[in-house]
């Protein structure tokens, strides 16, 4: 056939495909999987964040962001921007470390990678002599200090990265110079802290393990002080007026140094364990920070005692009498200030902590530190994701309205605006408003902004307020009692803890024109709601619906039914529920959907499925699709694991069991014991040992899970005969099995007292058995049908009800394409017999020409079970198009792809990340910005000057020139020792 | 014909008119229905009244389907007699030139041309009929074979096997495995997927075509190089009803050999278990005697490539689709797995071979563990088609219509 189809219109159709579909990896959203490294630039007002997968990402403000990846597979331990520069470095846990530049091209910047680097030690030296453990990049941005586990600190130039081996710090020249009562002269240990005197960037305080510290200078290569600190050491800040060093320690204590001062006993101005008496954890980092009128802010994180409060992950921040303990849901991995003014060396305004589920911003401007809503990096996780469901083009009204509500969810936060700005977003106004609607494992549904780059939360909705569960509802909110020492503040959204698994949200369906969404739960539980401006009392109706009709012989043993609380309950504006319909069995809502013009909800369950009227709250029909003798579909999906692990014990016991009665009855006859045993050993090797495989064997009606309802659809289409059509709804099941009902609905005038009726019109039972995905009726013009009130409000045309209708059924294996309304077979495209792969998720979209503005057609998205997306042509199902996207091992990923009406999705990429893809040329949301870097006095004048680095310094020495007189005196003193000691370091370097 | 068929016969019942024909000679007679007799004199009677007496005769029958049943002992012929209402049409065959493919269900009226009957479709009828057993290879329904032999490299074997709804499980394991390849750079070693178990019973075991440590090289024609066993595991079950696989099996010696142009390739392959290459080596005998130029004289020994289209047994028809508001439940088509499950539905084509597009196919038996020397023997004799069923939706259908009780005489 393809041989006589003529060349020209091939090619047409090809560059036509060119025009219409394109696939692309857009952007993530949400927060970084297993964060690892944390680093602000205040001149490029960016944050960076490395993971530990080895990706880099950076923000700025909204819609500016950055992502790289390291080619390596290794986890980013640290990240540094190059003071002034749109540089920055990365080290990973492999000891490489990476340059990274924002280039711009054509207008855009964009994150490279551009160079690489590893220390090299001298041969035979041990790998720890060139571990990096510490990074400073020097305020000049031309270098680098890396001190390392041995305890060098090596001098390297960036971007470049030329080792400056001259001007290394080894390990050999600073002991030398440790006074001897230090501890015995000790192994200092690895190099622990770099810091740069804030206001002369030739010293530099290096910090080692041991708890030592030395400030050097790095001009004329010798120390000018020693801290003799015995504790091991966590982090070192030199503060701002360069007078003192704070440092922290392994056993909850900090002190501060006095800079400059000989008299070493003398130095250690205070020393405090904050939360002391008992053992406490370590102060991880400890930062101090000046205002213009008043006390400093002091801000460490850790130091928590050990017995009582060792888990919580505290960060403190003390200001004059204010003292916090900010008590965060995950680990701390770092946290810096953000500090207010032009040059950012005003008062600190915000504090930005990295945890590790998520980023939180504290206003420490305003009274009571507020939480800023970041407006990006949100974890989406903060309950477990179950479902999601994406709603293109929403009307503005409902929009408005849906944000109203979520304003009034979002007082507690801060009305500043957020504080990281640096960049410009360059991305066009998203084209429509798209709403991504999240259903989570406590019973919420969040509803975010998915029009553009940022996923921004809008709103949430609790379902668990209609039902009793064991949680206490204010459990939440019981803060610090008065008086409570440490003086705990919960932080942070991240909320792991479910109160009660039958709250998740498994559907969800929102009507945008109506406002009507429903939801449905993993204990059967099916909600209504409707949207509401005012707060109302609602009693929820609940109604049980049987879906096993009796049949006999079945009990299940899942859970149980969720309690509804029977009082009225108030619920806040928003979405409030009206109507509920509960399973019986509570099995998990496995279809849903919602016919808003018709007021009807049907929903389905892996034992049948059932059709609800919300206007006359009835149930107007219930299926039972159940294979009568499928015994597994009756265990609920907690005791299917446990029948698993049940069976894997009970055989081990029953070969245990076996060779224990062998042994009692050929006791006398050892030869022949041992054969069994033999004989049994050789049977546990082949189970442990037997390779992977799988049965071929066709499907039969009787496996397990057969009646499992897949989807659901409505369709006002030619059911019965070709000349009237008729309101429809149709179910697939896992099966392979189609059922049509025809409904009858009374006239709108009637609608509210007479009954919708559900005739069985058809069912079809596919040859192949595959599980049905999706239904979909196509209409005279090959259309897929609008939605309810779609064409009702001018945004669609109306169906071609002309023409004859198609129903096309997609299974896990096959599309196929029936006539209607005498269903028969005319079309169909086969994957699975032809490439091994199935249809895992399907959608509907729209896909518009790159090149004429009027040209567009509908086609079936696709994702694979390989991970695959296909784009397949309607009403032709014709493969147009194929892209990998999503790694086949990723199943999650594979499980949580949505896709939106125009040819884009979003798939989980880690519990707490999306990735947006487009497979449509006109419809792409990617993040375009520019950042620059700005044109500040001090880097003006580092650019002017060629060898930048060497004259800063030498400009600054002339400052501190007192201070130099009397190190050169010193080092005169020190001279040769120092020198000899220089050479043999060089040598061994070399 | 029709007429005579319908009208009821105005003569004693107990009589039976009886309408001999060889070759192109009619012989009208009539027989007592109540004493038949036994065939010995039923056979000497026709040789007399054809005035043949030293012809050995083919006896065959056209029974109320139109099917052309054999008549050669005293059931038969008694079964014969007694189910011809009126007419018993008889047709000889000189035995040497005998066409034992002319022989089973629907054979007869298929000849003919059915435009009629092909346009009522009454698969009532197809229900009533009793199904018919004769012992001949060809009435059994085929459960597996092996195609394709002629484009095969030899150390390759492609084995269909045959589900079509029945209760047998298909009754194998795959598993992932590494086989060695040979390249210009040497062996290589590359993943593969082999089988890892028979289930005892299973449609693969019987066959015995398939054997654990197979190599899998193609499922219906596509090549599982590259993909995972999760995929060819999918891709088989999407075509379990009509499964096509190509391995290379772990026991090299079984295989087919291609005798050359004049040899005769019959005795070369004789394993001690080579149900399939006994069968396969004999019918490549035949072929090769007729010598090249034979070909096209003999299209039943004209082998074809096994097109892949064909491979793809159309499941479309077999989707049940209920009318649930029904009167009835008309069932689309040839749904016939589902309402008639008895019914053998494949039957050697007569106007398949015509067609020249008969298949190298070997067909093994529905009793499964079919003795080399039964099948070889009398498939080499008959010199018949060794057509597969086709599943050609046409025939297939026009198959089943056939099975009205409009038959076309």
Request: hydrophobic share 35%; charged share 20%; net charge negative.
């Amino acid at each position: 056939m393809k041989r006589f189809r003529r060349h020209g219109q091939e090619s047409q159709r090809d560059r036509l495909k060119q025009e219409l579909f394109q696939f692309n990896k857009t952007v993530e959203h949400g927060f970084p999987h297993q964060p690892s490294a944390l680093s602000y630039s205040p001149s490029l007002q960016l944050l960076a964040i490395g993971t530990r997968s080895g990706a880099i990402k950076l923000y700025g403000a909204p819609g500016v962001e950055f992502m790289g990846l390291h080619d390596e597979n290794a986890a980013v331990t640290q990240v540094h921007f190059l003071p002034h520069q749109v540089e920055l470095v990365t080290l990973l846990d492999d000891n490489s470390l990476h340059m990274w530049t924002l280039k711009a091209h054509k207008g855009l910047s964009e994150l490279l990678e551009i160079g690489r680097f590893t220390l090299t030690g001298p041969p035979g030296a041990l790998p720890s002599v060139t571990r990096v453990t510490a990074v400073l990049a020097h305020s000049s941005g031309e270098l680098l200090l890396l001190g390392t586990e041995g305890g060098h600190v090596f001098i390297v130039e960036v971007p470049g990265f030329r080792e400056l081996e001259e001007r290394n710090i080894s390990l050999d020249q600073v002991a030398s110079s440790v006074p001897d009562d230090y501890i015995g002269r000790r192994n200092l240990e690895h190099v622990e802290a770099l810091q740069e005197n804030p206001l002369n960037p030739n010293q530099v305080v290096i910090g080692y393990g041991r708890g030592l510290m030395v400030i050097w200078d790095m001009e004329k290569q010798c120390a000018i002080q020693h801290i003799p600190a015995t504790q091991q050491l966590e982090s070192v800040w030199w503060t701002e007026d360069a007078g003192y060093i704070l440092s922290s320690h392994s056993d909850g204590s900090y002190c501060r140094w006095m800079v400059g001062v000989e008299d070493l006993n003398e130095e250690e101005e205070k020393s405090d364990i904050p939360y002391g008496h008992f053992p406490c954890k370590a102060i991880s980092k400890i930062v101090q920070l000046p205002t213009e009128d008043g006390p400093p802010f002091l801000l460490f994180s850790g130091g928590m005692p050990r017995a009582s409060y060792g888990d919580r992950h505290c960060i403190t921040v003390i200001h004059g009498k204010t003292h916090v303990a900010l008590d965060f849901t995950s680990r701390i991995i770092d946290f810096f200030v953000i500090r207010s003014g032009l040059q950012h060396t005003g008062d600190p305004s915000a504090l930005v902590v990295l945890v590790e589920e998520e980023l939180v911003v504290i206003d420490l401007q305003t009274d009571g530190w507020p939480v800023i809503q970041t407006p990006y990096l949100v974890p989406l996780h903060s309950s477990a994701i179950t479902c999601s469901h994406h709603v293109s083009a929403i009307p503005i009204k409902l929009w408005e309205r849906v944000i109203a509500a979520g304003d009034l969810q979002k007082t507690h936060y801060s009305k500043k605006p957020w504080p990281i700005t640096g960049g410009r977003s360059l991305a066009p106004d998203p084209p429509q408003r798209d709403l991504l609607l999240t259903g989570h494992e406590d019973g919420t549904v969040r509803f975010w902004d998915a029009s553009g780059v940022c996923l921004y939360p809008m709103y949430k909705l609790s379902t668990a307020g209609v039902f009793h569960t064991d949680a206490d509802p204010n459990d939440n909110m019981n803060q610090g009692s008065e008086g409570e020492w440490p003086p705990f503040r919960k932080v942070g959204c991240f909320d792991p803890y479910s109160d009660d698994p039958r709250l998740g949200v498994q559907k969800i369906h929102l009507c945008k024109y109506s406002g009507y969404l429903t939801v449905a739960g993993t204990a059967g539980q099916i909600l209504v709601l409707e949207l509401n401006d005012e707060a109302a009392d609602q009693i929820v109706e609940a109604k049980v619906v049987d879906l096993l009709q009796g049949q006999e012989g079945f009990r299940w043993k899942g859970h149980t039914r969720l309690d509804v609380r029977e009082e009225p309950v108030q619920f806040p504006p928003g979405f409030q529920p009206f109507a509920l319909v509960q399973c019986q069995p509570p099995a998990v809502v496995t279809a849903l959907t919602l016919h808003s013009e018709w007021k009807l909800v049907a929903f389905g369950t892996s034992h049948g499925f059932g059709l609800y009227d919300y206007q006359q709250k009835s149930n107007i029909l219930v299926k039972c699709t159940l294979n009568p003798s499928d015994q597994l579909a009756m265990e609920g999906p907690l005791s299917r694991v446990k029948s698993i692990k049940k069976s894997l014990r009970q055989s081990f016991r029953r070969i245990r069991r076996s060779r224990v009665s062998l042994r009692k009855h050929h006791v006398n006859n050892a030869a022949k014991l041992q054969e069994a045993n033999a004989r049994l050993e050789a049977e546990l090797a082949e189970m442990e040992l037997a390779p992977v495989q799988r049965k071929i064997e066709a499907r039969s009606s009787d496996d397990s899970f057969t009646g499992l309802v897949r989807t659901l659809y409505f369709a006002d289409t030619f059911l019965t005969d070709s000349s009237h059509n008729t309101p429809s709804l149709w179910a697939g099941t896992n099966g392979g099995c189609v059922f049509a009902y025809m409904l009858r609905l009374p006239p709108v005038e009637h609608r509210a007292d007479e009954q919708v009726t559900a005739q069985p019109a058809k069912e079809i039972q596919l040859m192949h058995r595959a599980p049905v995905v999706g239904i979909v009726v196509l209409d005279g013009h090959g259309a897929p049908l609008p939605e309810p009130l779609e064409v009702a409000h001018d945004l669609a045309r109306s169906p071609d009800m002309q023409g004859s209708h198609h129903l096309l059924v997609i299974s896990e294996e096959q599309f196929k394409v029936f006539t209607l309304p005498k269903v028969s077979a005319k079309m169909k495209l086969k994957l699975t017999a032809v490439d091994g792969s199935r249809v895992r998720r399907v959608g509907v979209s729209w896909f518009g020409s790159s090149k004429s503005e009027e040209y567009g057609e509908s086609g079936l998205v696709v994702l694979t079970n390989q991970g695959d997306v296909h784009v397949v042509s309607l009403p032709s199902v014709k493969m147009q198009v194929q892209y990998p996207c999503i790694r086949r091992e990723d199943v999650s990923g594979i499980a949580s792809c949505v896709f939106t009406k125009h040819g884009q999705g979003f798939y989980l990429i880690s519990p707490s990340e999306f990735e947006r893809f487009s497979l449509s040329t006109r419809f792409v949301v990617e993040p375009r910005c520019l950042v620059e870097l700005p044109l500040q006095p001090g880097s003006a004048k580092r650019r002017i000057h060629s060898d930048g680095g060497s004259s800063t310094l030498r400009s600054t020495r002339l400052d501190s020139e007192d201070a130099e007189v009397l190190q050169e005196i010193q080092k005169s003193l020190e001279g040769d020792q120092t020198s000899f000691l220089e050479n043999n370091v060089k040598n061994a370097v070399a | 014909m029709n007429k005579n068929h319908r009208v009821p016969s105005n003569r004693s019942l107990s009589a039976v008119e009886v309408k001999s024909k060889f070759g192109a000679e009619f012989r009208r007679f009539s027989l007592d229905r109540s004493k038949p007799g036994r065939f010995d004199e039923f056979y000497g009677l026709l040789q007399h009244v054809h005035r043949i007496p030293n012809v050995e005769l083919l006896v065959g029958y056209a029974d109320v389907h139109g099917d052309l049943l054999p008549i050669n002992n005293d059931d038969n012929y008694h079964k014969a007699i007694s189910t011809a209402s009126p007419l018993l049409r008889l047709f000889l065959q000189r035995k040497e030139e005998a066409d034992y493919s002319t022989f089973g269900t629907d054979s007869l009226t298929r000849k003919k041309n059915t435009v009629l009957s092909a346009v009522l479709l009454r698969p009532d009828a197809a229900r009533k009929k009793a199904p018919v057993i004769i012992s001949l290879p060809r009435d059994f329904r085929p459960v597996s074979s092996i195609i394709d032999v002629d484009i095969l490299p030899e150390t390759h074997r492609r084995v269909r096997l045959y589900k079509h709804g029945q209760e047998k499980p298909l009754g194998f394991y795959i598993r992932d495995g590494s086989s060695v390849r040979v390249t210009p750079q040497g062996l290589e070693k590359v993943p593969g997927i082999f089988i890892s178990r028979m289930v005892p019973g299973g449609l693969a075991e019987s066959t015995g075509l398939l054997a654990v440590n197979d190599e899998v090289l193609e499922v219906n024609g596509i090549e599982v190089v590259g993909k995972s066993l999760d995929q060819v595991t999918d891709m088989m079950i999407a075509n379990s009803h009509n499964l096509i696989i190509t391995v290379k099996p772990a026991n090299q010696r079984n295989n087919v050999v291609r005798s050359g142009g004049g040899g005769g390739g019959g005795g070369t392959a004789s394993g001690s278990s080579g149900r399939s290459s006994d069968s396969g080596a004999s019918y490549y005998g035949c072929s090769s005697q007729g010598g090249v130029g034979a070909a096209a004289s003999m299209p039943t020994h004209i082998i074809q490539n096994f097109p892949v289209g064909d491979l793809d047994s159309d499941e479309d028809d077999e989707d049940l689709v209920i009318d649930a508001r029904g009167e009835a439940e008309p069932i689309r088509r040839a749904s016939s797995n589902y309402s008639m499950p008895s019914l053998p539905r494949y039957e050697p084509h007569l106007n398949l071979r015509a067609a020249a597009s008969s298949t190298s196919a070997l067909s093994i038996n529905a009793n499964g563990t079919l003795p080399a020397s039964g099948s070889s023997g009398s498939l080499s004799n008959t010199n018949a088609t060794l057509s597969t069923p086709s599943p050609d939706r046409a025939t297939e259908r026009r198959s089943l219509e056939e099975d009205g009780t409009v038959i076309t005489l």
